[in-house]
């Protein structure tokens, strides 16, 4: 049964607050939130940590005008299948675990992106904003995406090439390299959409690079499938000598 319990906070004369705290569902007497990461860690050692940088966000981020219109965007996208998560993770105590084991990375993510606007928001709170996006979305790549496209290429082996190239790569760059420029050019223009799509073609392309340095790394690490099972032979071969 849905709730029609909504806050709403403004962050300007023109936008809303990206953030919500409408119910999408009661289980069991509980309120179920929109945001799973709101859903997991209440209650949990990690809320204290989640509140810290949901006030991070909203006080900081949301402050500039980078921050708001990206948030605005990626909200967009967020909370067309996030509720859904949320009242999964209420019904299936599976989900709620698996969900609660993905946030432990991830607020790690955002503290690192919290620090890298810390750094840079001194010279600059719209510099520092675009900056702890670029943090927050390459580890986001590495940490999330690049497990993924490692077992696909280790899956499709000499097709699965194409997920760890040179031209994918240069591809990446070119992309990152684009969305800063496009940035500038939506500042110069005052031009709130085109700053969306810039800061959204940033850390997509950020997303992009993280995965592919994390793929890489894990293919350097890796112990080939071949020497282990060779290690594993030569190891039933020993004689069984009493000591």
Known sequence: MTTLNTQWSTTSSTTTSTSTYTTVATVKGTPVPYCPITYVTGGSPLEPYA????????????NTTAGREFMLTFNSWYYSWAPSLSYSAATNPF?????????????????TSYYAYSAVAPISTEAGAIFAGI???SLMGLVYLAPIAYLA??????HGRWL??????FSSVAWF????ALCVTAYAMNSG????VATSSVALSML???SQVGTRALSYVQVPYSNLANSVLAFRRLPKTPF
């Open 164 to 169: 760890v190239s040179k031209e994918i790569a």
């Open 135 to 137: 943090v927050a979305a």
């Open 208 to 210: 992009a690079l993280g």
């Open 193 to 196: 959409q085109l700053l969306a």
């Open 177 to 180: 390299t684009a969305g800063l």
């Open 51 to 62: 509140n810290f940088l949901r006030n991070f966000r909203n006080d900081a981020i949301q």
């Open 95 to 111: 989900v709620f675990k698996l969900v609660q084991f993905g946030v432990y990375p991830l607020i790690g993510i955002f503290y």
């Open 153 to 158: 290429k280790r899956l499709m082996r000499t």
